[in-house]
């Protein structure tokens, strides 16, 4: 019997993260910086958006490795790993096709696309043959090769903030694929909690720089922050 689940059931949760962040990036900005408290309006303990914001994009960002945050990832698509596997400036460790046997896996697929016949048809036949295949002794790395980008993967992820604003300024654009996008939203609700200052830089170039920069490939849409739903 198949499993089916939508974008919006993959669960993340925050492992742990850097318990003071604010106070552990204003610690490493004192060795570098002028004594922070002779700016203007900075906290006593932390770091202001402001600041942070002047960070990145004065690409004074290294100090932002000081502050990390780990996740774990359930529900994802194979297709969304090929996606955040390219981002290679983070710890990551997945579910094996290798050596774990698929046949326990839901797919993973858009919500308007659930009880389409034909859908649910291919995902019958995939999960039949692949486990027919390994009854007759195929190994199960070569099993998987009929398995479809819709099955699910859960995802260790470790991540500093200076990558995750990378991160997020990339795929928070209205470009990406709704998978990643619904991934994304969860990311920046988490990010809130953990650190509200550092959130508030979190955001494609439509609405951080108040400017797009993909050119003809523009979407002509601007993000909606408030709205907190890039969709
Ligand atoms: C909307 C969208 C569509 C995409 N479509 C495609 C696609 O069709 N095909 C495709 O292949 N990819 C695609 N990508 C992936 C994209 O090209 C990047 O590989 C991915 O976003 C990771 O970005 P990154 O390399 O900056 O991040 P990271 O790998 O985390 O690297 C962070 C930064 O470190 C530096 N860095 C890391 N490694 C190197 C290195 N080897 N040499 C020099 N500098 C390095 C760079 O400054 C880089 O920006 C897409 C991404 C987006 C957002």
Same mark, same amino acid.
């Given at each position: ?21 604010? &106070?552990? /990036?204003?610690? @490493? ?7 922070? $408290?002779? =700016?203007?309006?900075?906290? *006593?303990? %932390? ?69 389409? &016949?034909? /859908?649910?048809? @291919? ?7 692949? $486990?027919? =295949?390994?009854?007759?002794? *195929?190994? %199960? ?91």
């Amino acid at each position: 019997m198949i499993k089916v689940q939508t974008y919006e059931d993959m669960e993340v949760k925050v492992k742990w993260a850097t318990p003071n962040p604010g &106070e552990e /990036i204003r610690e @490493a900005l004192t060795n570098t910086m002028a004594d922070l $408290t002779t =700016l203007k309006g900075e906290p *006593v303990k %932390k770091v202001s958006t402001k600041l942070l914001h002047f960070l990145v994009t004065a690409e004074h960002d290294s100090v932002l490795e000081h502050a990390v945050i780990s996740f774990m990832i359930q529900g994802a698509s194979r297709s969304w790993l090929a996606q955040i596997t390219r981002q290679r400036m983070t710890s990551m460790t997945s579910s094996s096709q290798h050596y774990q046997d698929y046949g326990d896996y839901p797919f993973v697929i858009h919500k308007n696309l659930v009880n389409k &016949e034909q /859908i649910q048809k @291919a995902f019958n036949d995939s999960l039949l043959r692949y $486990t027919i =295949l390994i009854q007759q002794g *195929v190994p %199960k790395e070569e099993a998987r090769q009929i398995l479809t980008n819709a099955m699910a993967v859960n995802f260790k992820w470790t991540i500093n903030a200076r990558s995750l604003y990378h991160f997020m300024r990339l795929r928070m654009c209205f470009r990406n694929v709704i998978e990643m996008r619904i991934f994304c939203d969860k990311v920046f609700l988490l990010v809130q909690k953990w650190w509200p200052e550092y959130a508030k830089i979190l955001g494609p170039p439509c609405y951080i720089d108040g400017k797009c920069n993909q050119g003809f490939m523009t979407c002509g849409r601007k993000y909606d922050k408030e709205k907190n739903i890039s969709r």
